[in-house]
């Protein structure tokens, strides 16, 4: 296929340069191999032409590879196949970097980094950071050295009218027993205290060091550093209701749309779960992994953005994990649950959802889910700088307040710990 000349895309760039892939040149033929060996002949013929210069071929590879990545539920996929997306959306890369159109060549890798393997991440990492400082230093050079840090355009503006926003609370909220509140708690009186016994705490004044807390309530320094970058958004009242889906969007689009949203009634879009930081290294250099997540001794198994604008709900549900919600920007409402009223919360008996609850706490039917009316729980309004220690198996429902930007931290104790 006839590319466009980098000249015609980005005047005075210079794209004599290409993405370098080590991994991959040393990873394609024992990959190639495997692939074949799955009956996967057609895809290595375009991925082989790929290598060879044919930008038809890489295209053609990478939608045989999405169609395989689509062809049955996430966890029937062949791990070859992730692999094998990666490798087409690394060739794809290249030709749009040699051409100059960097959007596009960051759109491919990042689509690799969110649906591809393991195994060619370092080359979709290092290749990431190549086209986006290429793209940084244009936008530079094009603006005249660069108007970044003069906007404040804070990402949360609005004055929180607390009767307002608490109307769409759920019943009962905040009239009870709210979440004991301590302030820089030490690790031993949060072992003491909280992990041992299996009770929530929010911990103030722990998250002042960190660049975060100065940086991302801007929106100008968020569309700096991943303005171009892909992500997925969940669009729908919950995960729960049926209208709700997932799309593919750049970070720009969906910071307009929460800028756009304001007090709108429509369904919001929520950047929910997602390991942003694996995926976008300059936001994890902004975050600090609080020390109490290293109690007990286990692993951290995830670090999740949770990212969108006023009325975005969690439903009722619990996880396996230990867990600090820590507030970064806005506030949010939480309620909990302990571990021990499970059967009282009506959890879902399908297994793909048989962590949440069939209760809507926005909407309780109580002729259907009589026993939901007297039980007891704790509440909170968690607010910026604030975290939320969340024991493993509480139920939490999580009602974003204003715009608000929340980093989870899962982690599991030691095994022995566990067994013992
Ligand atoms: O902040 C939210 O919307 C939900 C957070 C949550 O469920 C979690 O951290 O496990």
Redesign the pocket.
């Given at each position: 296929m006839s590319v466009t000349t980098p000249a015609a895309t980005i005047a005075g760039a210079d794209f004599s340069d290409h993405l370098d892939t080590p991994k991959l040149d040393f990873e394609s033929p024992r990959l190639l191999q495997t692939i074949s060996e799955q009956g996967g002949y057609a895809y290595v013929r375009m991925a082989s032409q790929a290598s060879t210069g044919d930008f038809r071929a890489a295209e053609a590879a990478r939608e045989m590879a999405w169609e395989q990545l689509h062809s049955g539920p996430w966890h029937s996929v062949l791990p070859v196949w992730r692999d094998a997306y990666s490798m087409a959306c690394l060739h794809v890369a290249k030709f749009h970097y040699g051409n100059g159109e960097l959007k596009e060549a960051l759109r491919v890798l990042d689509m690799g980094l969110i649906m591809g393997g393991m195994l060619l991440r370092e080359d979709l990492d290092s290749a990431v950071e190549k086209v986006s400082a290429k793209a940084r230093n244009l936008r530079v050079s094009e603006e005249g050295c660069g108007n970044f840090g003069k906007c404040n355009r804070r990402l949360v503006q609005e004055d929180f009218n607390k009767a307002e926003v608490f109307r769409f609370l759920p019943v009962k909220s905040l009239a009870g027993k709210n979440v004991a509140k301590r302030s820089a708690l030490s690790l031993e009186g949060f072992m003491r205290e909280y992990y041992l016994s299996g009770a929530p705490v929010i911990i103030g004044d722990c998250m002042t060091h960190w660049p975060a807390k100065a940086k991302w309530n801007n929106m100008e320094y968020l569309t700096r550093v991943a303005g171009d970058r892909t992500v997925p958004v969940e669009v729908g009242k919950n995960y729960l209701s049926p209208e709700w889906k997932q799309e593919l969007i750049t970070f720009s689009e969906f910071l307009q749309r929460i800028e756009s949203r304001g007090c709108s009634s429509a369904v919001p879009t929520y950047l929910?779960?997602h390991p942003l930081f694996d995926q976008i290294s300059e936001l994890r250099k902004d975050v600090c992994i609080p020390d109490y997540c290293f109690s007990g001794g286990g692993e951290l198994r995830s670090l999740?953005a949770?990212f969108g604008p006023a009325g975005?709900v969690?439903p009722l549900?619990h996880?396996p994990h230990h867990?600090i919600?820590a507030q970064v920007v806005g506030k949010?409402y939480v309620r909990l649950y302990p571990a021990s009223l499970s059967e009282e919360l009506y959890p879902y008996t399908e297994s793909m959802h048989s962590n949440s609850s069939q209760v809507d706490l926005d909407d309780i039917d109580e002729r259907k889910f009589p026993k939901l009316h007297d039980l007891e729980f704790v509440d909170c309004i968690l607010e910026e700088g604030e975290m939320l220690y969340?024991p493993p198996k509480w139920w939490?429902y999580?009602r974003?307040l204003t715009t608000s930007l929340?980093v989870?931290f899962?982690w599991s104790e030691q095994e022995s710990s566990t067994a013992s």
């Open positions: 929910a779960q999740n949770w975005t969690t549900h996880d867990n919600l949010k969340i939490h999580v974003s929340s989870s899962w």
